[in-house]
Nanobody, 125 residues
Framework: QVQLVESGGGLVQAGASLRVSCVASGSTFSWTTMAWFRQAPGKEREFVAG????????QYADSVKGRFAVSRDNVKNTLYLQMNSLKPEDTAVYYC??????????????????WGPGTQVTVAS
């Protein structure tokens, strides 16, 4: 069992940077594939970025590639998402998610068993 809690969201201007974090409880974080999803009002939850067990591989949505960077610290049980050059269309609730049983990053919501409550990111134009 893994419990996840996000932090670091807020209101920023377009072009700014922001880093959101996700702290995981439990001793199995190192063996948990992690990802960030986001959900804007009236839209479905979508994949943003993911990272495998020991950060051997990462994946990004096309919309954030080159602007966002996902990383993890398995000692601190923490997942990060560094967001640069933010755009108003990045406004959403950002969720961290975890899955056991596979080191492969999945872009599917259904493949993740563990979710945090989310943190709001608002980018003003």
């Amino acid at each position: 069992q893994v419990q996840l809690v996000e932090s670091g969201g807020g209101l920023v201007q377009a072009g700014a940077s922001l880093r959101v974090s996700c702290v995981a409880s439990g001793s199995t974080f190192s063996w948990t594939t992690m990802a960030w999803f986001r959900q804007a009002p009236g839209k479905e939850r979508e994949f943003v970025a993911g990272i495998s067990w020991f950060a051997t591989s990462t994946q990004y949505a096309d919309s954030v590639k080159g602007r966002f960077a996902v990383s993890r610290d398995n000692v601190k049980n923490t997942l990060y998402l560094q967001m640069n050059s933010l755009k108003p269309e990045d406004t959403a609730v950002y969720y961290c998610a975890g899955r056991h049983g596979s080191h492969a990053v999945s872009r599917s919501v259904e493949d993740y068993a563990y979710w945090g409550p989310g943190t709001q990111v608002t980018v003003a134009s």
